[in-house]
């Protein structure tokens, strides 16, 4: 039972990264259409920067992760300026290549800078709490934690205000939004800002428990695309759902089956699901 | 001809088509009308195969061809054009329709590999359609100009003679004068005149009313995924129902 | 002046001279070291003219391209040094596992459309190299595998030197090429075009879409199971790292600078390219800084790639100075005569 409840935990923690990734990946697949190959590289140069920031800046836990985030929601708005809005009309392999290009950019670039030795990050959360044989890492806490908390506060900001609002009105339907005189551009800017800081602050919850390197972010957006495709490509709570579907598959999958395979549980189970639903789990329809 | 009966799609739980039945005849211009969102491009999606119809059936020739694929019903004779025909614009004008006549042919890879006598015949076969199809349509003078450098009406002209090419009995046009000028409007039309004089079938929805009423021998009105008239122009103008539909649907538009 | 030097370029004749370029190059190598980049390249090579089938030709971006490559060299490695096969049977073998795989895995995956298609390969390609690096009773995980038999020779040839080997390598892109070239004028490949310019319009033109593409698909994989196959016989060793996607990636770069979808662009593509990255060696490890945007560039700026751009230049000065055939011109006359009278009337 132990086990069991650790594994739940562990699970938790883990589909909330998941979650986090793949939520920032969705609301730029559901108002822009592109599947932004470069997501995880805005999340592993998120992680260096809190580092950065930590390391060499001497700054807090928490006033590195706010920079990091800051620093990458910049990042987000210049890669839609200069690639993504002038591809808009392009045809659709062209914006996937152009994604894959910022994705080998950003990654030699940091490789340039921090090597591409693994690094350990601090936390000031190391400890962990011992609950009748269950291990809860204090990390780990702060996750799910955060994870709610960003969560809720997202969902706030896109229902209670203005610029929310019009993000929810343009992924509904692009034109119609353009005609009831939504600036395009904005939402656009600030959908990849809000996706940059959700993979900045989700790269500097996960990093201590994890390390820190320049490939850190293939995996991870790799499994964040298949979440969104699991819980529907732009849908937002599908992508909580298929975090935690994830997160629950590894947690448990590398416990029960094999930890040396736990990395392909999750797109197994894609290639499973892809195959019998070609639409996704909860899609109404691929396009 | 082409023999519709109850066909119904429903998405989710919207009919976008509900319980149409019409009989268009052979070589004659059938047009469907209707306000935005009646359905119009649904009934030819199902028509052509593109989509399964929830209920009814489709008979052409009578052939049943409800549950077929799209290129089976192609096959059978069904040509199509988009509202917006994507091409490779890169190419030229002739490069892009040679396959439009592939359908015809049986060459596979073997054949390529060995360039075998069949794959020679039916190379030759599919250039000559395509220049008869391009000569149909008035733009042999424009064979080797790339598609990118084509005028909007001669991008429509194109896509006609692709969907000429196949060979088919029957041709849907989706929004064939969409975008062009009154002058070519007229020369399209006057094209499509010149398809039914060669034996074809055309359907076509439009908006441009002027042209409609001028060239086709049958409306359909569609509104809200239901026939709600059929007839010749004189008829449908007259109609009180349609009437409203369009005046009522000019009224949602202005609020 | 530049249109004459293009048209001599693109006179029929001068592919041949580009072969006996390619014949002579090991004479002209200043050392053998050259010959080896040179014959690397052109397995690079066959492996992007694969790609340039199921992503230039038909349009779908295939992720797990590179996945099909490594399938292909760890089938002549592993038969080779642990099952003690030889070169060719092994080399056959690898051709009809990368076919048959490419199957399997376009019969799944060609159902999905676009973005889907393009994440479900990536996966795909990202479970390859997860069991080449995992599965160590087949694979020897991350430690690779040695002792990969070489190609048997004949007589006095002997592919374990440098140059029986570049013209070995020679043969099966030149064979690849003369393929492709088939494909491409031949009504298949005009197929595969139409499903590029749109499956709708492709279906309505009577194209059964599913089997198109699985073909194209097939002979991508098989095109990588080659190259692979002939890396492997190369190299002499493999590990996880040859199914790294980012082989993927260089193979898009290749592609899309030498032209997606020309059947000259990968040739030109990886051997510039790869050129290039030998003399800035400095960069090796940064080349990206330059190659990341570059990529970017390209599909902004210069989607058509070198190939590309240079046909559609031609064509253009070709078209202006009324060089096309002389039907063309009389009926261009006919026709503004009477656009001049509808526009009168």
């Known amino acids: 039972m132990t086990t069991f409840l650790q594994q739940v935990f562990n699970g938790l923690t883990l589909g909330s990264i998941y979650g986090l990734v793949a939520l920032g990946l969705t609301l730029v697949?559901?108002?822009?259409?592109?599947?932004?190959?470069?997501?995880?590289?805005?999340?592993?140069?998120?992680?260096?920067?809190?580092?950065?920031?930590?390391?060499?800046?001497?700054?807090?836990?928490?006033?590195?992760?706010?920079?990091?985030?800051?620093?990458?929601?910049?990042?987000?708005?210049?890669?839609?300026?200069?690639?993504?809005?002038?591809?808009?009309?392009?045809?659709p392999i062209h914006d996937k290549i152009a994604a894959i290009g910022i994705l080998l950019f950003l990654e030699a670039v940091v490789h340039m800078f921090w090597g591409s030795d693994f690094r350990r990050m601090s936390t000031p959360f190391g400890g962990v709490v011992n609950l009748d044989g269950v291990f809860l890492r204090e990390q780990g806490i702060l996750i799910i934690a955060s994870t709610v908390v960003l969560v809720v506060a997202l969902n706030l900001f896109l229902r209670k205000t203005m610029v929310g609002a019009t993000i929810i009105a343009m992924a509904q339907n692009r034109e119609g939004a353009f005609l009831v005189g939504i600036d395009a551009n904005r939402v656009a800017m600030m959908t990849f800002a809000i996706s940059g800081i959700l993979a900045a602050v989700a790269a500097t919850l996960y990093a201590p428990m994890n390390l820190v390197y320049p490939a850190m972010g293939h995996l991870v957006i790799m499994k964040a695309f298949v979440i969104i495709i699991l819980g529907g490509m732009g849908s937002i709570p599908g992508a909580i759902v298929g975090g935690m579907i994830i997160g629950f598959a590894e947690a448990f999958g590398g416990y029960y089956i094999s930890d040396a395979y736990k990395d392909v549980i999750a797109f197994a189970l894609l290639v499973v699901i892809l195959s019998i639903r070609p639409q996704g789990l909860f899609a109404k329809g691929a396009h | 001809m082409l023999k519709v009966e109850h066909l119904t799609k429903m998405f989710g739980g919207l009919a976008a088509v509900n319980d149409v039945s019409v009989d268009f005849g052979a070589n004659q211009i059938n047009a469907i009308i209707g306000p935005n969102g009646a359905g119009k491009?649904?009934?030819?999606?199902?028509?052509?195969?593109?989509?399964?119809?929830?209920?009814?059936?489709?008979?052409?020739?009578?052939?049943?061809?409800?549950?077929?694929?799209?290129?089976?019903?192609?096959?059978?004779?069904?040509?199509?054009?988009?509202?917006?025909?994507?091409?490779?614009?890169?190419?030229?004008?002739?490069?892009?329709?040679?396959?439009?006549?592939?359908?015809?042919?049986?060459?596979?890879?073997?054949d390529v590999l060995i360039n075998s006598k069949r794959l020679q015949r039916e190379e030759k076969a599919a250039r000559e359609k395509a220049r008869e199809a391009l000569d149909f349509v008035g733009l042999t003078h424009a064979e080797n100009r790339y598609i990118a450098d084509c005028t909007q009406e001669e991008r429509k002209r194109v896509a006609f003679a692709l969907a000429l090419a196949t060979d088919p009995k029957i041709v849907l046009l989706d929004e064939p004068a969409a975008g062009v000028n009154p002058e070519e409007t007229e020369g399209l039309a006057e094209l499509m005149k010149k398809m039914v004089k060669n034996g074809l079938t055309v359907c076509l929805i439009e908006h441009k009313m002027d042209m409609i009423m001028g060239i086709a021998d049958k409306i359909m009105v569609l509104d809200h995924g239901e026939k709600i008239a059929e007839g010749t122009p004189e008829e449908v103008k007259n109609n009180p129902v349609v009437i409203e539909a369009y005046l009522g649907s000019d009224h949602d538009a202005a609020a | 002046m530049m249109f004459k030097l293009g048209a001599l370029l693109m006179h029929p004749a001068s592919k041949y001279v580009l072969l006996a370029l390619a014949l002579v190059f090991p004479a002209l190598a200043s050392n053998e070291y050259q010959v080896y980049v040179m014959a690397t390249a052109f397995i690079w090579a066959i492996a992007v003219y694969g790609f340039n089938v199921i992503t230039g030709f038909c349009g779908q971006l295939n992720l797990a391209h590179g996945g099909f490559f490594a399938i292909g060299a760890y089938t002549v490695a592993l038969l080779t040094s642990d099952a003690g096969w030889n070169f060719w049977p092994a080399f056959v073998a690898a051709l009809l596992l990368t076919a048959v795989l490419g199957l399997l895995v376009g019969a799944v995956s060609l159902r999905l459309k676009e973005h889907y298609f393009a994440i479900f390969?990536?996966?795909?390609?990202?479970?390859?190299?997860?069991?080449?690096?995992?599965?160590?009773?087949?694979?020897?995980?991350?430690?690779?595998?040695?002792?990969?038999?070489?190609?048997?020779?004949?007589?006095?040839?002997?592919?374990?030197?440098?140059?029986?080997?570049?013209?070995?390598?020679?043969?099966?892109?030149?064979?690849?090429?003369?393929?492709?070239?088939?494909?491409q004028k031949s009504l298949v490949g005009r197929t595969f075009v139409a499903i590029r310019n749109g499956d709708e319009l492709a279906e309505s033109l009577g194209i059964n879409l599913m089997k198109t593409k699985i073909v194209a698909f097939v002979i991508s994989t098989t095109y990588a199971g080659l190259a692979g196959a002939l890396y492997a016989g190369m190299i002499r060793f493999v590990g996880p790292e040859d199914g790294n996607v980012l082989h993927t990636f260089n193979m898009i770069m290749y592609m899309l600078v030498g032209g997606i979808g020309t059947l000259f662009g990968p040739l030109v593509g990886t051997v510039g390219i790869v050129w290039i990255t030998q003399s800035l060696q400095f960069l090796e490890e940064y080349r990206m800084i330059i190659f990341g945007p570059l990529l970017v560039v390209l599909v902004i700026f210069f989607p058509l790639g070198v190939c590309g751009s240079f046909l559609t230049w031609m064509h253009r000065k070709a078209q202006a100075l009324g060089l096309g055939p002389k039907k063309v011109q009389t009926e261009s006359k006919v026709k503004t005569s009477s656009q001049e009278a509808s526009n009168n009337a």
């Open chain 1, 29 to 91: 697949y559901g108002i822009l259409h592109i599947p932004n190959f470069a997501h995880g590289a805005l999340y592993m140069v998120g992680a260096f920067m809190s580092y950065f920031f930590m390391v060499d800046m001497g700054v807090h836990y928490w006033v590195a992760m706010a920079g990091s985030a800051v620093v990458i929601a910049v990042l987000g708005i210049i890669c839609e300026r200069l690639v993504f809005h002038p591809l808009r009309n392009s045809p």
């Open chain 2, 41 to 110: 491009s649904t009934f030819f999606n199902l028509i052509s195969g593109m989509h399964q119809p929830t209920s009814g059936r489709i008979l052409l020739d009578g052939t049943d061809v409800t549950r077929m694929r799209c290129d089976h019903v192609a096959k059978l004779g069904v040509g199509r054009t988009f509202q917006t025909t994507n091409l490779f614009e890169t190419a030229t004008v002739l490069d892009n329709l040679i396959v439009g006549y592939r359908l015809r042919t049986q060459s596979g890879l073997w």
């Open chain 3, 121 to 183: 390969t990536l996966c795909v390609g990202f479970i390859i190299y997860l069991l080449l690096d995992k599965w160590e009773e087949l694979t020897h995980g991350a430690l690779g595998v040695r002792n990969i038999a070489a190609p048997d020779g004949f007589g006095l040839v002997n592919f374990r030197e440098t140059m029986p080997l570049y013209y070995l390598v020679l043969f099966f892109l030149v064979f690849i090429i003369w393929f492709t070239s088939r494909i």
